[in-house]
C-alpha cells in the first residue's frame, strides 16, 4: 500500500513539475525570437534605447522592436513616447546628401511585451563610408517633458529577390512600394499584402492610399498564371492587403498595376518557394 502511495506522490510531482515549467514558457523574455540589431543612449532622456528585429535588416518592409532601460537603474521602461526615423548620409562622388524612408511609429506610448512594435522601408543597402544608415530614436519618458535622441548605427544588406521597389508614378512623384506578406509562402491561398508611400520631399512619406491596384501571379518559367486572387485594397497608412494563389511550387512574379486618375504604373516582385 504504502508503494502505491509513494507511486502516486512521484507522479503528482512529475505533473506539478511540468506545469510549472508551462508557466515558465509563457513569461519567457519575449526578445528570445529576436536579434538585437544597435543599440545607444538616448541624450537627454537618460534611456538605453536598443533596437530588435526578426531577421538582420536587409532592403525592403522590416518589422522593427524597440527596447528602452532606465540608464541609471537599468529596469525596462514600459511607457515613453516613442518616434523613429531612419536615415541614410551618402556620398555620391563627393556630393552629400542625407534621405529618410518609409516608417511607422509605434503605436501606443504603452509597450507590449516590454517593446515598442515599429516599423521601416529600407529603400537602399548600406554601402561602407558611401551609404551610411542609421535610426534616430526621440524618447520621451512618462512624466517628463524633455525628450531625448538616440542615434543608432545600422546595417542594411541587399534583400535578394528585391523587395522594394522605387517607381515614377504617372504624376510625376516618386513612390515606394514595399513587399509585406507571405513571409512564408505556401501553395495555396495566402495573404498579400503590401506598402506604398509617396516621397512628399527626401525626409517624409506618406503612405498613399490613392491607387486602384490590380494583382496579377505569373509563373514565367511555365508560363501560367493562377486563379481566384484577390486584388490588394487600402486598409490603412498606405498599405494594401489581398490574397494571393499559387498553385505550385518553384519561381512566381507578382505583377502589379497600380491605377490612378485612369494611368497606370506596373511593378512586380518576384519570390521562389
Ligand atoms: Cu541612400
New binding site residues.
Given amino acids: 500500500m504504502k508503494k502505491i502511495y509513494f507511486y502516486f506522490i512521484t507522479i503528482a510531482l512529475i505533473i506539478t513539475s511540468s506545469c510549472k515549467k508551462d508557466n515558465n514558457l509563457e513569461i519567457e523574455d519575449p526578445k528570445s525570437s529576436l536579434i538585437k540589431i544597435s543599440e545607444s543612449y538616448a541624450i537627454g532622456s537618460s534611456a538605453k534605447v536598443e533596437l530588435w528585429s526578426k531577421t538582420e535588416l536587409s532592403t525592403g518592409y522590416q518589422n522593427l522592436f524597440i527596447a528602452l532601460y532606465d540608464s541609471i537603474s537599468n529596469k525596462s521602461i514600459s511607457t515613453a513616447e516613442v518616434q523613429i526615423m531612419p536615415m541614410?548620409d551618402?556620398n555620391m562622388n563627393g556630393m552629400k546628401m542625407s534621405?529618410s524612408s518609409p516608417f511607422e511609429n509605434p503605436a501606443s506610448i504603452n509597450a507590449t511585451n516590454s517593446l515598442f512594435p515599429c516599423a521601416a522601408v529600407f529603400?537602399?543597402p548600406s554601402n561602407g563610408a558611401n551609404?551610411v544608415w542609421k535610426m534616430k530614436v526621440l524618447v520621451k519618458k512618462e512624466g517628463s517633458s524633455k525628450n531625448g535622441l538616440a542615434e543608432l548605427p545600422l546595417t542594411v544588406k541587399q534583400s535578394n529577390p528585391e523587395r522594394v521597389k522605387t517607381i515614377t508614378a504617372a504624376d510625376g512623384s516618386k513612390i515606394t512600394i514595399a513587399y509585406i506578406l507571405p513571409t512564408n509562402p505556401k501553395v495555396g491561398i495566402n495573404d498579400f499584402e503590401i506598402s506604398v508611400n509617396r516621397r512628399q520631399d527626401m525626409m517624409t512619406f506618406p503612405g498613399d492610399d490613392s491607387y486602384t491596384i490590380t494583382m496579377t501571379p505569373e509563373m514565367p518559367s511555365m508560363g501560367h498564371g493562377s486563379p481566384n486572387n484577390v486584388n490588394p485594397v487600402h486598409i490603412k497608412n498606405g498599405r494594401y492587403k489581398g490574397k494571393v494563389n499559387f498553385t505550385m511550387t518553384g519561381d512566381w512574379r507578382i505583377h502589379l498595376d497600380l491605377k490612378k486618375d485612369n494611368k497606370t504604373v506596373s511593378t512586380f516582385f518576384d519570390l521562389l518557394f
Avoid: D, N
Wanted: a neutral charge; hydrophobic letters at 50%.
Fill in positions: 541614410m551618402m534621405h529603400t537602399m551609404g
